[in-house]
């Protein structure tokens, strides 16, 4: 995409991201500081996020791949090269192509399922209700506790006759009892279901902050108008919410995708595959079995699958978000 | 710009000048009717019982526990709440913990914003790409990169060190700081950057004095995310430390965890207790989020 | 761009040959021995009692008689274990004695070149210890001592066999099928299971192997990684015609073997069901469920039962035990420690402290658990003890074994493919 370049003088207040003009006024600004002065700030500005990244993100992780080429023990050295093998060997296997799977289904699902539950729990929580304060306090703390204790109590709480079922019992629901962890078939579904419990408060917060940046005269303007609540929701609010809520998406597909702690702990990935993820194929197939290559492998191939998301995502998504929506558009 | 020329616009000030205020019909999903409370009560119910399932269980024992999941304590075992709390390794597990989450929190967010304001306000050659790299970030899962991490920090010395802990959770929270943060900096009104530059103000005096302050809702939301990531890590932490005295919170759960039993109810208590700091961390920061842009007006 | 871009590379890859180089093991030279004072860095999973103060009750002791040897000791949670001792073997300074299950574990352990080979030093004693002493060996050599065995077998509540009319425990596989139809009769839960965990799996495939092989054809297993002797399918078969029984609770996929009330040990504990194929840890394992130690009582145990036509020893019983390892860095001082921790003294302590059982035979009198004496004695009086297979292979064959049984108790796979699974990963599949 092209780039208007940063030159002195009025026509910086005029250039856009992808080059177009917005109509209206040029406002009269002072010359610009030279290129040099530019050039120092933006050192200064991402140096030190580039430096830690670099070194502490990227290396390691460009040391992961070189790994994958191997078969390695993590005993001794880095001897048994094999080339591609371990990603051949990953991708033909049928756990893998599950795991992928069901991946794909927990981030369809939390779409469809968690990012509505959070906008509507958003708006509430922005409301003036009583004792506000505290219900977002309540509603965040899933998302504080460890995902390790997560599971433990879930663990617990699922256990057939336990907590879960004994309410289900008494609400008249016992028809309805599952194995919520030993059938295979609803494994993943029950997992889903603890995960959204955790993670919502995460959506409700970045949501509630994107909320303060919808202005309140303009639902006040609606009402003026005429438009019922819902409308205003729908028609105003919604649209508003848009950039938070396209990262919102971006951030929670990322994170199914590589969902661990909770899956691993409740149920290892089984009972057979049945709830396995990319992120515990690669830590029960190779980690655990001190096959770090493979591991790696997987990792990487992890890693593609994320990348491919997110070049197709930013480029017909969020790409959007670059149009300033009520201002003169920013550099 | 509508506000008299001449005097800077406070920040948060309304874009649209005053409304005239007018008694609107109350709609039956405003604020404060039933149906609101009833909603928010349902909500309440299924987040907090497994949360009072964890405070509650830190009063029994795990043999109580064990017998009956549901039910209240009987009777009631103080000692795991006050062991807890009396043994000098509980507050220096949360010293630990404090300190690196503190450490990684403002590195993460000092830096990102740094970076994020650079990305968002900023245009220059291979910036796309650059935004681009720092997302790549997110996409690979900290576990695999935690072996080359190790060795890393071995060579560099930072073992057994808690900025061995902080500084990399800091780097690995960048991506998602700047993720969200370049957003909200871009939606910040040009006409603010316009009028700082004609009131004399360098670019990086305009960040520091105003884009910063209005960005607290999305500032503080990026400072809640990466202290809760530093405060639950698990796996770092275990890699880095071998000593005890070293240990952060979640680690120190293992100290109730042998190979052949766990002690739940402790295991609960001292979950409860580690939730506590966060929880308070929350609510100091959560009132900041909401206040930035909304209007003078309506107060 | 690019000329920066290759300079990345560059960097790149000068600091991975760094890190791979600083990470590939330095000589296995032996450690000077040292006449002064030595602090020996001591890892092990007892982060609980009594386990903890025994371990700490034994250093104070070693280290009063030998005042010129010190420990600092980090007490590691048991699944920790296995993500830390790969990194701690790379590294210059490792612990100088850490906590080692033998095995194919120890066989991989050994090629970081980090393990003190102890044959010489220990040759004079070590027989004192059995014919357990041979899991911690690798080629001929020994790295590891063990301080504790394990046994594998059937805990039965005597109460609820009463009640099903069961009046002495199976000794064949015949009479087992028949106790379990009886216990089903009285609406009992005839076996519990902990399958989430696969392990428990494992024991059953593990031991209709031991009853159907020969000691000798189970010895080879272990160093060639090839099952072709027919009596491993017939192992197999064996345990399809086993779970065609239904013998397990219900949702017995999802329940853990030793977290909560929930899981199978809980369940023998409470009494909801009525045996569990487990080793002589169950013990602790239960007492820390439960408020009343009543069950204590009502618990019995039977060796697993003999299988008609199989060609195994009856004798040999499935099992393992913990020990240590000494790492090159460490003096002579460590491998008289180890040797300290195997003599009657210490035994006597792991016995009556309800650590485990004594590999020292000297110390079976400190048992107190009478159940834990029959299992004593059994297990003194096996001609052989194999190790279960997933630590007596290699780790990754062992956990694509754990993995393959758990997939047939889950109802996909087939006693072939089990087999597979361990030839396919021995030969570096994945």
Known sequence: ?331 | ?299 | MRRIRTSAAVALAAMVAFTAACSSSGGSSPAASATGPVTLTWWHNGTTDPVKTLWQQTADAYHAAHPNVSFTIDPIQNEQFTTKIPLALQGSTPPDVYQQWGGGQLTSQITSGKLMDLTSSVSSWISELGATAAGWQAGGKQYGIPYDQHVVGFWYRKDLFAQAGITAPPTTMDEFNADVAKLKAAKLVPVAIGSKDRWPDAFYWDYFAVRECSTDTLKQASTSLKLDDPCWTRAGNDLKAFLATSPFQTGFLGTPAQQGAGSSAGMIASGKAAMELQGDWELSTMTGLVSNTDFKSKLGWFPFPAVTGGAGDPSVALGGGDGYSCTTKATAACVDFLKYLASTDVQKKVAADGVGLPVNPAADSALTDPTLQTVSAYSSKASYIQMYFDIAFPTAVGQALDTAVADFFAGTGTPAKIIQSVTNSASGGK
């Open chain 2, 1 to 299: 710009m509508s506000t008299n020329a001449g005097t800077r616009p406070a920040p948060g000030s309304s874009r649209w000048g005053s409304v005239p205020s007018r008694p609107v019909r109350r709609h039956p999903l405003a604020s404060g009717t039933p149906i609101a409370y009833l909603a928010a009560l349902l909500v309440i119910g299924v987040t907090v019982v497994p949360l009072l399932f964890v405070v509650v269980g830190g009063f029994r024992t795990s043999a109580q526990i064990n017998a009956d999941p549901a039910g209240l304590p009987s009777p009631w075992i103080w000692s795991n709440y006050s062991g807890i709390l009396t043994s000098g390794t509980f507050w220096r597990f949360l010293g630990n913990s404090a300190l690196i989450a503190a450490v990684a929190t403002s590195v993460a967010v000092g830096c990102g914003s740094m970076a994020a304001y650079a990305l968002s306000r900023y245009t220059f050659k291979g910036r796309e790409a650059l935004y681009g790299l720092f997302t790549v970030g997110l996409l690979f899962p900290l576990g695999v990169a935690t072996l080359p991490l190790y060795l890393l920090l071995r060579q560099i010395g930072l073992l057994e060190n808690p900025f061995g802990v902080a500084i990399p959770e800091a780097a690995f929270s960048l991506p998602a700081t700047i993720v969200i943060l370049r957003p909200f900096m871009r939606a910040i009104p040009g006409e603010l950057e316009d009028a700082a530059v004609l009131d004399g103000s360098s670019k990086l005096g305009f960040f520091v004095r105003i884009l910063l302050p209005l960005s607290r809702p999305a500032l503080t939301t990026v400072a809640i995310l990466a202290f809760v990531t530093s405060w639950n890590a698990y796996l770092l932490p275990l890699l880095v430390f071998n000593e005890q005295n070293h240990f952060t919170l979640p680690l120190g759960v293992a100290t109730f965890q042998s190979q052949y039993s766990q002690d739940t109810a402790r295991v609960l208590a001292f979950t409860a207790l580690s939730m506590l700091p966060a929880l308070g961390f929350l609510a100091i920061a959560e009132r900041r989020i909401v206040g930035g842009l909304t209007g003078a007006v309506k107060g």
């Open chain 1, 1 to 331: 995409m092209p780039e208007a370049h940063t030159t002195v003088a009025a026509a910086d207040a005029v250039e856009t991201v992808d080059g177009s003009k917005p109509a209206g006024r040029t406002p009269v600004r002072p010359a610009r500081p030279g290129g040099l002065r530019k050039k120092l700030e933006l050192t200064l500005l991402l140096a030190p996020a580039l430096l830690l990244f670099l070194g502490f993100v990227l290396a390691p992780v460009g040391v992961a791949v070189y790994y994958s080429f191997y078969n390695w023990n993590g005993f001794g050295p880095l001897n048994d090269f094999v080339g591609l093998q371990n990603y051949h060997d990953a991708v033909a296997g049928p756990v893998f192509q599950h795991a992928i799977v069901h991946n794909l289904i927990i981030a369809g699902l939390s779409i469809a399922v968690q990012l509505p539950l959070s906008i509507g729990l958003a708006l509430l929580l922005n409301r003036n209700l009583r004792g506000r304060s505290f219900l977002r306090l309540v509603v965040f703390a899933p998302y504080v506790l460890s995902e390790a204790i997560t599971a433990v109590i879930w663990l617990l709480i699922l256990q057939p006759g336990g907590f879960v079922d004994q309410v289900m019992r008494s609400l008249g629901l016992g028809g309805l009892i599952h194995q919520w962890l030993a059938d295979t078939s609803i494994v993943l579904y029950t997992l889903f279901v603890v995960l959204t419990w955790k993670y919502i408060g995460f959506g409700i917060i970045l949501l509630l902050a994107g909320l303060q940046g919808v202005p309140p005269e303009l639902r006040e303007v609606a009402a003026l108008d005429g438009a019922s609540s819902w409308q205003t929701t729908r028609h105003i609010v919604l649209p508003l919410l848009g950039p938070t809520i396209r990262i919102w998406i971006f951030l929670s597909v990322i994170g199914s995708l590589q969902v661990f702690d909770l899956v691993w702990i409740m149920t290892l990935g089984g009972p057979a595959d049945s709830s396995a993820t990319m992120a515990t194929y690669l830590i029960d197939h190779g980690f655990r079995r001190y096959e770090f290559g493979y591991g790696s492998a997987v990792a990487v191939l992890l890693f593609i699958v994320c990348f491919a998301f997110a070049l197709v995502y930013q480029r017909f998504v969020l790409r959007r978000d670059t149009d300033g929506a009520l201002t003169r558009i920013v550099g």
